[in-house]
């Protein structure tokens, strides 16, 4: 099974790319981040004429992600548990009816400025994240949590990381609560694979970026142990970051034996 994990940054101005990466790539499930759209003015027939299922959680102009997959997808969930006021479209999880693999798309908060209320906000998000991981993790199920987390984990993971220092991204606070999570036993796909440095998944539109891959990588897979035993593969697609009119992220894989 192909599961890819890609921040479109806007579904209608990325109408395009979407579909010709489904077209050329085709995943058999892919959660999408930063969708901006609500799900009543969602581009449904993009999706679904090309044979997916679809769960969306939608926000108007911000936000919002969605799971996408080849076979029918049961107990939908939509929303990070632990604050019933929290409005913001971050969480969706779903479950593959065939395998049993449940599949968490994400966006994690970027909190910047840092420190302030944005910083406070992430912070609190991977707590709650945290809780919903230990939580998943007792159902022993393949499990994946898969987005943009917003979060530059280690310093090979960025092609300038003194240039990241004082940044929500890279702050030690950050980097620290990922590495819990990791820490409850997950894995992260593409290390498993590819421990190199100069693996990036974000390329600012600034400055001749992509040219120069002055890059970061933001945008994982983390598995757990029954899902990692089933890793046959793992790569980021860098080809669509050089499409015309790309988003600033581009697409990540695994390939799972299910």
């Not at 939509?78 to 593959?96: C, F, K, V």
């Not at 300038?160 to 992260?188: C, K, M, N, T, V």
């Not at 693996?199 to 983390?222: K, S």
Request: glycine content about 6%.
């Amino acid at each position: 099974m192909k599961i890819a994990t890609f921040n479109i940054n806007g579904i209608k101005a990325r109408a395009s790319v979407l579909a010709r990466w489904l077209d050329e790539s085709a995943p058999d499930m892919a959660v999408l981040q930063e969708i901006k759209s609500t799900d009543a003015t969602f581009p449904r027939e993009l999706i679904e004429s090309r044979g997916y299922h679809l769960a969306l959680h939608g926000q108007k102009g911000f936000n919002g992600v969605a799971i996408l997959s080849k076979r029918p997808l049961s107990d939908v969930r939509l929303g990070l548990p632990g604050d019933d006021e929290d409005a913001q479209a971050r969480w969706i999880e779903a479950r593959d009816s065939e395998s049993g693999l449940r599949l968490c798309g994400l966006y994690l908060p970027n909190g910047n400025p840092a420190p302030g209320p944005k910083f406070d906000y992430k912070l609190a998000w991977l707590k709650r994240l945290l809780a919903r991981a230990r939580v998943l993790l007792t159902e022993e199920a393949p499990l994946v949590l898969a987005g943009d987390w917003n979060v530059i984990p280690q310093p090979i993971d960025a092609a300038r990381p003194q240039a990241w220092r004082d940044d929500a991204l890279f702050l030690p606070e950050s980097r620290a609560a990922f590495r819990r999570i990791e820490a409850l036993g997950f894995y992260d796909a593409l290390r498993l694979r590819h421990p190199r440095p100069g693996q990036y998944t974000f390329w600012d539109y600034q400055a001749g970026a992509r040219h120069r891959n002055d890059g970061i990588r933001i945008d994982h897979l983390l598995l757990s142990p029954q899902a990692a035993d089933r890793l046959s593969n793992s790569w980021i697609e860098t080809e669509p970051r050089d499409w015309e009119k790309p988003s600033d992220h581009t697409p990540v894989w695994i390939t799972l034996d299910l």
